[in-house]
């Protein structure tokens, strides 16, 4: 018991990690000059829930209704980490936006 406790202790370590970069890594992107970098992550996180809701349509023979009803909920909740990096970014260009109208006032300023 003390071996399995240790393999789940040190697997919730290595996601948070992984998590942890994957959010400072969407920061990186968001902050550059170029706009498109930070949209890769989101449309990675994207890219894996239409997967996923494909998947489960694929393996599933009920009723278009039954499908609807399985599909839209799982679309949802694995759109979250999507919606998570699209905030991040919207709040860093944000600020991006922000730091350059400064810049060209204070460019104004000095002529």
């Known amino acids: 018991m003390q071996g399995t406790s240790n393999v789940l202790i040190g697997t919730i370590v290595m996601l ?3 998590l ?6 969407q920061i990186f992107l968001s902050k550059r000059e ?12 994207l ?14 023979n009920t009723g278009i209704i039954s499908v609807l009803a399985t599909v839209i909920p799982v679309f949802l909740i694995s759109n979250i980490p999507t919606l998570l990096f699209l ?10 936006k922000l730091r350059t109208e400064l810049d060209k006032m204070n460019i104004q300023d000095l002529e």
Do not use: D, H, Q
């Open 16 to 18: 948070l990690i992984f």
């Open 20 to 25: 942890a970069g994957c959010i400072w890594l």
């Open 34 to 45: 170029n706009k498109w970098l930070g949209l890769i992550i989101p449309l990675i996180c």
């Open 47 to 60: 890219v894996f829930a239409i997967m996923t809701v494909f998947s489960l349509s694929l393996y599933t």
């Open 87 to 96: 905030a991040i970014y919207l709040a860093c260009r944000e600020k991006f």
